[in-house]
């Protein structure tokens, strides 16, 4: 019988996958080149600087701009399209490390938080929210994923999270203001402990049929406005779990290098048998990112 040892699962939304243990081929470090470092932060600077416009506008000025450090049009335009390239892969990473995380969570509120101009700066909101979120995560279980954006009518920062709450602080309040931007009334479930540090907040009940949307929620603002997911500490992206062959649906992916579990595998670690995969069982298990 063929045996999986310390494979890492994630689940998609829909079913859960193991990616075997496979020794990677050691590589040798590449020596840095100074010149292409610099290269490389000229690129990224002008990417972020012109974040805003289309692509074959962005393109165009990068590549102006290295033509001068390159000297030649031709390699300035396949340096660009290269990083171009790198960029979307990355960002497809991204969103595939984003799916898995969340879906390995459990979560209770979609969150998004303002900040009051009588309380504070958008620089003290962007530190003092940060800091509160991580206080929270260490001293009170808390777990989040977010986003910082800028609304397009006024500029505004707000930050976007998905948020599980152990236990809550604070008490919520409902509260109904007109939306400038859907032109019609909205009911906010405000939290007075954000409330009065911060500003305006709300905390939406969420349930897992709405992640999907809720994570394209997420992403949409990463690939748009470059900003990076916050996650707190500690989020596994993957368990690892030891696979038998019978739990196996068939082999996936490029060369078949994934492995389609049915819903009810069996975990075990180590040989040991935990139980059927639940959340209960996957908390007990070994974690990865």
């Known amino acids: 019988m063929e045996h999986y040892p310390k494979t890492k699962v994630y689940f998609d939304g829909s079913h859960y996958i193991g990616i075997p243990h496979k020794v990677q081929p050691w590589k040798k470090r590449k020596n840095k080149n100074r010149t292409e470092d610099k290269l490389k932060e000229k690129f990224e600077k002008l990417y972020t600087e012109n974040k805003a416009k289309s692509t ?26 290269a990083n171009f390239d790198r960029k979307r892969r990355n960002n497809i990473e991204r969103r595939k490390r984003l799916f898995r995380k969340v879906y390995l969570q459990e979560w209770n509120y979609f969150c998004t938080f303002t900040y009051d101009s009588s309380k504070l700066t958008e620089q003290e909101f ?20 977010g986003v910082w954006e800028r609304s397009p009518q006024n500029d505004r920062l707000h930050f976007h999270s998905l948020v599980y709450a152990s236990t809550m602080i604070g008490t919520f309040e409902e509260v109904k203001d007109y939306s400038t931007k859907n032109h019609q009334m909205q009911v906010a479930n405000q939290n007075t402990f954000f409330l009065e540090r911060f500003g305006r907040n709300d905390f939406k009940r969420i349930c897992k049929q709405e992640l999907n949307s809720t994570i394209r929620y997420l992403t949409k603002y990463m690939e748009k406005t470059g900003e990076k997911i916050i996650y707190s500490r500690g989020l596994p992206t993957y368990f690892i779990s030891d696979i038998i062959e019978d739990d196996i649906v068939c082999k996936i992916g490029n060369e078949d290098r994934k492995i389609l579990l049915f819903d009810n595998f069996t975990c075990l670690n180590d040989g040991e048998v935990i139980g059927q995969v639940s959340p209960e069982v996957i908390d007990k298990m070994p974690k990865s990112n």
């Open 56 to 81: 074959k506008e962005k393109k165009e000025i990068i590549k102006t701009e290295l033509i001068k450090e390159i000297k030649e049009e031709e390699k300035a335009k396949e340096y660009v399209n």
């Open 126 to 145: 962007r530190k003092k929210l940060t800091i509160c979120l991580r206080h929270l995560s260490e001293r009170n279980n808390w777990k989040y994923i």
